[in-house]
């Protein structure tokens, strides 16, 4: 198990805004170092030859045609808007007059 002692617990709680018993802040601290510890095993992994990606597996876009279809009713459209008035989605005002 990797050694907690190298990680302020209450440095770490302060940039989470969160506070900690002594209790909370022993077993955090533990978890931790076993969390750092096993991201000092994952670098001695030698990956020289692995190419690097974003993800695990290949990813492509998939498009499909642009084609024109039946437009929505306006009842459909207007079916979940909070406020509705003339066919039209009611939204607070948010520019003053100029």
Same mark, same amino acid.
């Given at each position: 198990?990797?050694?907690?002692?190298?990680?302020?617990?209450?440095?770490?709680?302060? !940039?989470?805004?969160?506070? !900690?018993?002594?209790?909370?802040?022993?077993?955090?601290?533990?978890? !931790?170092?076993?969390?750092?510890?096993?991201?000092?095993? !994952?670098?001695?992994?030698?990956?020289?030859?692995?190419?690097?990606?974003?993800?695990?597996?290949?990813?492509?876009?998939?498009?499909?045609?642009?084609?024109?279809?039946?437009?929505?009713?306006?009842?459909?459209?207007?079916?979940?808007?909070?406020?509705?008035?003339?066919?039209?989605?009611?939204?607070?005002?948010?520019?003053?007059?100029?």
């Amino acid at each position: 198990m990797a050694d907690s002692a190298e990680i302020d617990i209450d440095y770490v709680a302060k !940039l989470a805004r969160i506070e !900690l018993t002594p209790d909370e802040k022993e077993k955090f601290s533990r978890q !931790l170092g076993q969390i750092l510890g096993y991201f000092r095993k !994952l670098s001695e992994i030698d990956v020289s030859g692995v190419e690097p990606s974003a993800h695990a597996h290949a990813v492509y876009n998939v498009w499909r045609d642009d084609v024109e279809g039946e437009p929505m009713s306006v009842e459909d459209a207007l079916m979940n808007a909070p406020a509705k008035r003339d066919n039209q989605i009611v939204v607070p005002k948010v520019v003053d007059d100029a």
